[in-house]
C-alpha cells in the first residue's frame, strides 16, 4: 500500500500566483481531508469529502481557497492568489467510514506539500 | 468554544525515563479524542482513539488514559527512546457536526 500520495512535497511560488496541491488517497477509503499546519496556528482543518462531496468546508480560510475531488482517487486544493500568509504545510489525510460519525476513522495522513509564497 | 489545551509545550526527557502528557478539552459534546505523533517533516500518525466509555488504550509503550467526566486526557510515554522525539497532538471530535479540535501540541525531546 503506497498510502496517501501528496504532490508537489515542495513549492515555492511568488505572491498573487496560482498554486494547485494533489492528493491521491489511500485505494478504497471514502473520506478525504485537507489540513493546514503552521507553527503559530498548529493544525488545522480546511475541508473534508465523503464519497467525493464536500461536508464540511468551514476551514477553508476565504474564497482564494478551493477544494475538489472529481473522482474517488484525486483530489486539488487550489490558492488564487496566492499570498505571503498562505505559507505553510498542507496536508491530506484519508479514511474510511461508513457511518454518519466518519470522523471517528482512523485518518491516514499523506507526507505534506511545504509551500512558501514569496 | 470549544478548546484543546495540551501541557507542557514542550519538554526534554533522557532515554529511558517516563513521562506524561496532558490535553484538556472543553469540546462539547464529547465524540472522540485522539493523539496523534509527528515526526519532524512528517505526517501525524494515530497513536490511539477513545470514545466516551473507554477510559485507558495501549499502543506498545504509548498509554492514553481518558476522564470524560473531568475533560481531560492524558498519554503516558514509557521508558522513552530516541525515537520517541517528536510533536504529539489530542485532537477532539464533537458529535455535533462532526467538527475537530486541535491542541496546539506537546514537542517531546529524548536525549541519549
Known amino acids: 500500500d503506497a498510502g496517501v500520495i501528496q504532490s508537489p512535497r515542495h513549492e515555492v511560488t511568488e505572491m498573487g500566483q496560482e498554486v494547485t496541491l494533489r492528493c491521491k488517497p489511500i485505494?478504497?477509503?471514502?473520506?478525504l481531508f485537507w489540513y493546514r499546519q503552521t507553527m503559530m496556528r498548529g493544525l488545522e482543518l480546511l475541508i473534508y469529502?465523503?464519497?467525493?462531496?464536500?461536508?464540511?468546508d468551514s476551514g477553508m480560510p476565504e474564497d482564494r481557497f478551493s477544494a475538489k475531488m472529481p473522482n474517488a482517487s484525486f483530489s486539488t486544493l487550489k490558492i488564487q492568489p496566492s499570498e505571503p500568509r498562505d505559507s505553510a504545510v498542507y496536508f491530506c489525510?484519508?479514511?474510511?467510514?461508513?457511518?454518519?460519525?466518519?470522523?471517528?476513522?482512523?485518518?491516514?495522513f499523506g507526507p505534506g506539500t511545504r509551500l512558501t509564497v514569496t | 468554544k470549544n478548546q484543546v489545551e495540551q501541557s507542557p509545550q514542550s519538554l526534554i526527557i533522557l532515554e529511558g525515563k517516563n513521562c506524561t502528557l496532558q490535553?484538556?478539552?472543553?469540546?462539547?459534546?464529547?465524540?472522540?479524542l485522539r493523539w496523534y505523533k509527528q515526526d519532524t517533516g512528517r505526517g501525524p500518525v494515530s497513536l490511539t482513539i477513545?470514545?466516551?466509555?473507554?477510559n485507558t488504550k495501549s499502543n506498545g509503550r504509548y498509554t492514553a488514559t481518558l476522564d470524560a467526566d473531568t475533560k481531560q486526557s492524558s498519554l503516558h510515554i514509557t521508558a522513552s527512546q530516541l525515537s520517541d522525539s517528536a510533536s504529539y497532538i489530542c485532537v477532539v471530535s464533537a458529535a455535533a457536526g462532526n467538527k475537530l479540535t486541535f491542541g496546539g501540541g506537546t514537542r517531546v525531546l529524548v536525549k541519549p
Open positions: 489525510a484519508s479514511s474510511l467510514g461508513n457511518r454518519e460519525d466518519r470522523l471517528t476513522y482512523e485518518q491516514y
Open positions: 490535553c484538556n478539552y472543553t469540546v462539547s459534546p464529547f465524540s472522540n
Open positions: 477513545m470514545t466516551f466509555s473507554e
Open positions: 469529502f465523503n464519497n467525493n462531496v464536500p461536508i464540511d
Open positions: 485505494s478504497g477509503h471514502n473520506s
